[in-house]
């Protein structure tokens, strides 16, 4: 059993390196008891993201994460996904919230492979008192204590 966490960057800068990224992925991982899982995660531009979101969710605007989970055959098979994060929207939401990039991107990490372990949310008002924003956020102030982010 193993997680890999493959971190990619096209066409997008971020303060939060690699190694962090893949990092707070194995960490959240863990924390959700898995223990065997295979994710990409792909920093990509304001254009790639804004492709991304129009082309698989019909949504025709930048988009500040998007997570895809493929369907386990068996409880024992691997988690499978890909997470794709635009450091630009990422930003905007940070001065948004007051906080740094460093933790939106971290938060939006979070925030990516809980969606590929199948949680989701309300797109409206109540979004950020969901249960998954809950756990994003218990996760994160976790984290924040022993990972370095």
């Known amino acids: 059993m193993s997680l890999s966490i493959d971190v990619a960057t096209e066409n997008a800068r971020t303060p939060l390196g690699r ?21 990409s995660i792909t920093l990509v531009d304001r254009a790639a993201i804004t492709r991304l979101n129009t082309r698989h969710l019909q949504h025709k605007r930048a988009t500040d994460v998007i997570s895809f989970a493929f369907v386990r055959a068996t409880p024992s098979d691997p988690v499978v996904g890909d997470i794709y994060i635009c450091p630009s929207v990422a930003s905007e939401n940070a001065k948004a919230r007051g906080e740094s990039v460093r933790d939106e991107v971290a938060r939006l990490v979070v925030h990516g492979i809980l969606h590929v372990l199948g949680y989701d949310h309300p797109e409206d008002d109540r979004r950020e008192r969901s249960d998954m924003w809950m756990r994003q956020e ?7 204590r022993g990972a370095h982010v």
């Open 138 to 144: 218990r996760l994160l102030r976790q984290l924040g």
């Open 19 to 39: 190694d962090a990224i893949a990092r707070i992925a194995r960490a959240t991982l863990r924390h959700e008891h898995i223990r065997d899982a295979l994710i």
